[in-house]
């Protein structure tokens, strides 16, 4: 170990404590660790704690220590030296990234809508101007499939999921379905839908509206017209923000800051 290494393990007097197990144990010590990292009690180049002195600390297994490490090096946040240990990488940054767990709150559903907002109004419009003729045809299946799904009495998530990716993936950028395959189904927060409505048919009423909102997409999309396209996806985004902010109101699940 070099000597400026030695020096920054020495300042890092870090207090672990026994961890509680309600979640994942491998989850809970990252989750503990990314903390101390991102905070600065961990400072970039300093050794973390042994695995020793982290199983005897926190009274998880060597098992759940390693998998912590390993998560914490896949994302960038900590580098193994062989025989030295795990170390805080140099610029240590938490990655972006969305915990499915917080997002039983329709506030926290609302805060995604917003985030993607911007995204797909701009994958809609890039997906008129570059959509291939098998692009457009896999854009008119999918819509096509949430009829079925609204017709067989399913809520579509799957579904009305798969349109959003082939109007991204018409985009011919791929970092568009990346983001899209990022957030998967929380995009798509039907279950809230299921939860909350008074009646099946209340359900099936909401879901024509949004397949409503969905054809003009898929027709703007088809006819390769970009602004037409934008304004489309732009109207049923705001339009779903809406009826989960109303949605939100009524079930007092207001933002709490």
Known sequence: MSRSNAKASERA????????????????????????????????????????????????????????????????????RQGSGAFVAPTPRRPFRIDGSELGSLRKVIDVMELRTGIEI???????????PAGVRRITDAYE???QAIRRGDSAVDEDFALHCRIAEATENPQFLRFLDYLG??????????RTAASPRERQAYLK???????????????HAVQRARAAMRRHLLNSRRRYQKLAAELGDHRSD
């Open 13 to 80: 007097p870090v207090t672990f404590r026994p961890l509680s197990a309600p979640r994942s144990l491998t989850h809970e010590l990252t989750e503990r660790l990314t903390s101390e990292i991102i905070s600065g009690k961990l400072p970039a180049g300093s050794r973390l704690p042994t695995e020793q002195a982290l199983i005897a600390a926190t009274g998880v297994s060597r098992t759940v220590v390693r998998e912590a490490v390993a998560a914490l090096r896949a994302e960038g946040l900590v580098i193994t």
């Open 122 to 132: 701009e994958a809609a419009g890039l997906a008129a101007e570059r959509a291939s």
């Open 209 to 223: 509206q949004v397949q409503k909102e969905h054809r003009e997409i898929v027709q703007a999309v088809g006819a």
């Open 145 to 147: 499939a949430i009829n």
């Open 185 to 194: 189904r929380f995009i798509i927060p039907r279950q809230t839908i299921r």
